[in-house]
């Protein structure tokens, strides 16, 4: 195996995933790939792909495993030859998202000679979901992920870097926001025990400050490549 870093981050809709996942990226220089950030693309972008998965999104269930792995394979294929992934080094946010999904990426990764190196998974309380996803604004343009109350914009509702308006994700809705906490505790939260076993879970409070987060997430992957 080569010796590079490939890290999953899980944890329940709005614990934290897409706002610590930029910055973490940036630090160990991984390529990160957010399969929601992607199916959104394709929704707004109206492809073949957007229209068949907006229906599941829509509703709060997962898209089909098969247009998420196949989607996925082009994407570290194509990174890998464009060397756009310095050491093959990758951060996937919101991917693999139950058991199905990572069995077809474990065969992946074995195929490309790669392997997990950590799982990072952050937890919060499930109160906290709810108050921090009908809170939450997003950057259409740059996907940069705001809170109203505890990460605002500078300027009223826009991007501080892209000066666009931001935006409510469609399925930050109550109902659809129950949906996808139930999915996550029958479909993802298993996946942790899976890879507790293989003693590659990093388990991170997320409910501490965002700053917090990211340096407990920092040691925690610093500890895992050693
Ligand atoms: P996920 O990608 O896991 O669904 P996000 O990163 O989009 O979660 O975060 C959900 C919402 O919670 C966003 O509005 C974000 O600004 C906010 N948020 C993220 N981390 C924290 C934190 N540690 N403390 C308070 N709010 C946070
Ligand atoms: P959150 O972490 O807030 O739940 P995501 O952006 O990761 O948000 O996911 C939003 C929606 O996109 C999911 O509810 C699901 O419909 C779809 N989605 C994202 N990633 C996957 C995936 N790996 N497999 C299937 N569906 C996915
Ligand atoms: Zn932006």
Do not use: W
Not at 67 to 94: H, P, T
Not at 140 to 157: I, S, T, W
Not at 200 to 213: H, P, Q, S, T
Request: with cysteine; aromatic share 6%; proline share 3%.
């Amino acid at each position: 195996m080569k010796n590079n870093l490939i890290c999953v981050l899980i944890g329940a809709p709005g614990a934290g995933k897409g706002t610590q996942a930029k910055n973490v990226a940036n630090h160990f220089k991984c390529k990160l790939i957010s399969t929601g950030d992607i199916l959104r693309e394709n929704v707004e972008n109206k492809t073949v792909l957007g229209l068949e998965a907006k229906k599941y999104i829509d509703n709060g269930n997962l898209a089909p495993a098969q247009i998420v792995v196949s989607m996925i394979k082009n994407v570290i294929k194509s990174s890998i030859e464009k060397k756009d992934a310095s050491d093959n080094n990758f951060l996937f946010d919101g991917f693999p998202r139950d058991l199905e999904q990572n069995k077809l990426f474990e065969q992946i990764l074995a195929q490309l000679n790669l392997s997990i190196k950590a799982v990072i998974y952050i937890n919060i309380e499930d109160d906290v979901v709810y108050e921090r996803l009908t809170n939450r604004r997003v950057c259409p343009k740059c996907n940069r992920v705001y809170h109203l109350k505890f990460n605002p914009p500078k300027f009223d509702n826009l991007c501080d870097d892209c000066k666009v308006a931001l935006i409510t994700r469609e399925d930050d809705k109550i109902d659809v926001i129950k949906k996808r906490l139930e999915v996550y505790k029958q479909l993802t939260e298993p996946l942790i025990e899976y890879y507790r076993k293989k003693n590659k879970v990093i388990e991170i409070n997320g409910n501490k400050d965002a700053e917090e987060v990211l340096k407990d997430i920092i040691s925690g992957i610093n500890c895992a490549k050693q």
